[in-house]
């Protein structure tokens, strides 16, 4: 991998709050985002816990990938940190303490508007640290389960994402497909709100579980045999624009901003994690140790 550039780091310009229900545990969160100095990166801190503990978002965190990305180990966990990691990275904020009141940030909508629009109104600043953008010199594909993700060279200093959905004929969401070139103007405006989604019947298997309790179709995309119960879509093709806004989030744990072109077909978090774990292997063998890598 090559440094393409760099830009200076942002951090908020003050603090910001978000409260709602938890999807997991359908607890009441309070989520805040407050400042941090230049290089510490985005840090999760549980407040419920005694002593207070620190989970950075950093691939190395990743614990976790079965239908979210969870981060540390317990009782220190964090989950479903995509959409609160998605709105930090589309807004281009790289310094942030997240504070939360409980295992997972609040579930909203299923989606990181909510998130997005507590940023906005903080503001961001500048700060003097640079944050380097790298690219691939060769195309880097990882696939497992019928899915594939690849990052191809840049042809210029933009990420662009395409995503392909396809879960087959028989499935109730249909084939579609979107490309994104990643900035802050459009990630709020194309991405933010495109709500998390999943099949009636896995809905169903995770109240079994006992995940979901106080969610119901009309909190997020819930897709029976002839589409979405209780609710509309804000985008002909937003489930696909959701894998992306996935994608930002989980991406963003590698700790340095990438350009080049992203194509998923079928991507998930595991893909996604996995692209970023290898990423980040590659950027340590070629800046020479880790510690470089957010210089």
Known sequence: MRRQSYRYQRTLAGPAEVRGVGFLTGATVRARFLPAPAGAGVVFVRTDCRPRTY??????????????????????????????????????????????????????????????????????????ARRPVYAVEETTIVSGGGATLALHPAEGGDLVISYFLDYGLESPIGRQVHTETITPATFANELSACRTFILESEAETLRQQGLGSRTTPNDLLVFGPHGPIDNRLRYANEPARHKILDLVGDLSLLGVDLCGHVTAYRSGHPLNTTLASVLYERLSVSCGCRASLAA
Do not use: M, W, Y
């Open 55 to 128: 989970v950075p978002a950093h691939i190395s965190q990743v614990t976790g990938t079965n239908r979210r990305t969870t981060l540390g180990r317990p009782p220190a966990q964090v989950g479903l940190v995509e959409h609160v990691l998605a709105a930090l990275a589309g807004l281009r904020i790289d310094n942030c303490l997240v504070e939360l009141n409980a295992p997972e940030p609040p579930g909203l909508d299923g989606s990181a508007r909510a998130f997005v629009d507590a940023l906005l109104t903080a503001g961001t600043k500048l700060q003097t």
